[in-house]
């Protein structure tokens, strides 16, 4: 199978834990953790474009687990996470990776984090290197290893 296909089912079964476990991850601090992440896998590279806001613009509206929180407080989050990473990425991504961290205290929360990171980084049919490091930077940050993840 073909590493981009065998992605692409990950993807997929990720998507799929995260809905059943949908009724567990209404937490603010998973909440914000997974705004954080979002933002920072948008923005791994050094910039955000346009069609990185429009990919979480969609998740934030149409992702299941995501639904137990207001969009326009998502957004806002995302957002906020996104200016501190564009004002200074490097300071940025040590506050982002800070509010990240938060949700390392309920497992369930940290795993769903790291599989929105995940989601985020292939929703456009490439996750990549850049993408990757920044996802196995928050599983650090989260204190689960990344090989769980393949990353």
């Not at 914000?32 to 346009?50: K, N, R």
């Not at 509010?99 to 996750?127: L, M, N, S, T, Y």
Request: charged fraction near 30%; glycine fraction near 4%.
């Amino acid at each position: 199978m073909a590493l981009w296909d065998r992605f692409k089912e990950s993807a997929s079964q990720m998507q799929t834990q995260l809905t059943a476990k949908k009724n567990d991850l209404k937490s603010g601090a998973f909440r914000d953790a997974a705004m954080a992440m979002c933002a920072l896998v948008a923005a791994a590279d050094g910039t955000v474009d346009p069609s990185e806001r429009q990919r979480v613009a969609q998740l934030i509206a149409t992702n299941d687990v995501l639904q137990n929180f207001p969009a326009d407080d998502l957004h806002r989050r995302f957002e906020d996470n996104l200016n501190k990473l564009a004002a200074d990425f490097a300071l940025g991504k040590v506050s982002v990776l800070q509010e990240i961290a938060k949700a390392k205290k309920k497992p369930a929360e940290a795993r769903a984090v790291v599989q929105i990171g995940i989601v985020i980084g292939g929703a456009d049919g490439d996750f990549d290197k850049d993408e990757q490091a920044v996802v196995r930077e928050a599983c650090y940050a989260l204190d689960l290893p990344p090989h769980e993840f393949d990353l």
